[in-house]
Antibody, heavy 123, light 109 residues
């Protein structure tokens, strides 16, 4: 059974940083691209970032480019999202998701999701 | 960027009825590259349909998807109590970024 378990969320002041993790199990992690998708309170879904299966290629939504960094450690079956210069509008539940297809080409969707971790940015 | 508009915003129906949810794209979605997700309160989204009409693993056959170009539909043939949730469409057939619709809330009448 595929399992994705996020951690690392919390409350932080504007301008602060957080590092999210997503521990994967039940599948060959190194064979799949992975993404982070977020959901602001009471709002819809927004794709944030993607990383290729090897970790060699990364992609970002314009809203987070230059502030967030996605990475992965295939030896630990773990996905990361380093979030810097956080803003109030980054407040959301962050989901990690296993992707099918290539987000780099705008051609990916998500067949398994974690339960999410809450990030709150407030002074 | 392709904008997806879902309608209606809220759909009120009774168990046993048929539900029809719409997703309209601001430009044509190539290769019928559209997915549907279900999200219940406090839960992660669950993939229901991909490639506009293919059911994901384990999804009951009362869920079906159709459409092409700019107009797509998710149909639930006979509503079960567990089907009341929010449904999102997502396109992945064009230049990045992928985008989601704003969601349709399916509530019990």
């Amino acid at each position: 059974e595929v399992q994705l378990v996020e951690s690392g969320g919390g409350s932080v002041q504007p301008g602060g940083s957080l590092r999210l993790s997503c521990a994967a199990s039940g599948f060959t992690f190194s064979s799949y691209g992975m993404s982070w998708v977020r959901q602001a309170p009471g709002k819809g879904l927004e794709w944030v970032s993607a990383v290729s299966s090897s970790g060699g290629a990364t992609y970002y939504a314009d809203s987070v480019k230059g502030r967030f960094t996605i990475s992965r450690d295939n030896s630990k079956n773990t996905l990361y999202l380093q979030m810097n210069s956080l803003r109030a509008e980054d407040t959301a539940v962050y989901y990690c998701a296993r992707q099918l297809g290539y987000c780099s080409e705008g051609s990916c969707y998500f067949d398994n999701w974690g339960q999410g971790t809450q990030v709150t940015v407030s002074s | 960027e392709i904008v997806l508009t879902q309608s209606p915003g809220t759909l009120s129906l009774s168990p046993g009825e048929r539900a029809t949810l719409s997703c309209r794209a601001s430009q044509s979605v190539s290769s019928r590259s559209l997915a549907w997700y279900q999200q219940k309160p406090g839960q992660a989204p669950r993939l229901l349909i991909y490639d506009a009409s293919s059911r994901a693993t384990g999804i009951p056959d009362r869920f079906s998807g159709s459409g092409s170009g700019t107009d797509f539909t998710l149909t639930i043939s006979r509503l079960e109590p567990e089907d009341f949730a929010v449904y999102y469409c997502q396109q992945y057939g064009n230049s990045p970024p992928i985008t989601f619709g704003q969601g349709t809330r399916l509530e019990i009448k």
